[in-house]
């Protein structure tokens, strides 16, 4: 079966951290551009973070620059995003998303990615 599957959401207390994981299955994500998109109850989903898929090249939305960090282990087939920082405002369900194209991948836009999407993990900072 051909997936995407999230895990390591969880809740945390702020200035806190999680890695959240982003597994390919049936599927080598090398090809891939893969973002990170999150959800708020209420709020429109928002882009986070991508990876391009050619040179490894990575975008941060404002909001997260300088906490969180995407990155690839071709060998696990596996993207992460460690959120470092924690803030209250971070609470939301976190997808991950791939499209097989190559060029600067795009943080911001949930149609870029046309191949898979994940069916998301509950991230909760709270004290």
């Known amino acids: 079966q051909l997936q995407l599957v999230e895990s390591g959401g969880g809740l945390v207390q702020p200035g806190g951290s999680l890695r959240l994981s982003c597994a390919a299955s049936?599927?080598?994500?090398?090809?891939?551009?893969i973002g990170w998109f999150r959800q708020a109850p209420g709020k429109e989903r928002e882009g986070v973070s991508c990876i391009s898929s050619s040179d490894g090249s990575t975008y941060y939305a404002d909001s997260v620059k300088g906490r969180f960090t995407i990155s690839r282990d071709n060998a696990k087939n596996t993207v992460y995003l460690q959120m470092n920082s924690l803030k209250p405002e971070d609470t939301a369900v976190y997808y991950c998303?791939?499209?097989?194209?190559?060029?600067?991948?795009?943080?911001?836009?949930?149609?870029?990615?046309?191949?898979?999407w994940g069916q998301g993990t509950q991230v909760t900072v709270s004290s």
């Open positions: 049936g599927f080598t994500l090398d090809y891939y551009a």
């Open positions: 998303a791939a499209d097989r194209r190559r060029g600067r991948c795009r943080y911001y836009s949930g149609s870029y990615y046309r191949d898979y």
